[in-house]
């Protein structure tokens, strides 16, 4: 089963009765995303998770007491 990813149009032949093209043909996701993509996207999420807790705590305590502080 062919599947085209939604990011980098790249044509992916995935095995028709993997649980990834059951929800396509079910229509549950709209959607493809390539291993390297979904990989990609995963890094991404994780990055600005730190660096979004760093900026809320950098900008928002500045001139508060740093009491929270870890370690
Ligand atoms: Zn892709």
Redesign the pocket.
């Known amino acids: 089963m062919n599947v085209q ?6 044509i992916e032949d995935i095995d028709v009765n993997s649980f990834q093209a059951k929800r396509l043909m079910n229509r549950r996701i709209s959607s493809y ?6 990989d ?1 996207i995963a890094e991404k999420t994780n990055k600005r998770h730190e660096t979004g807790n760093f900026h809320l705590y950098s900008s928002k305590n500045k001139d508060k007491k740093q009491s929270k502080r870890q370690k």
């Open positions: 990813c939604a990011i980098c149009d790249q995303l390539c291993n390297n993509c979904h990609r």
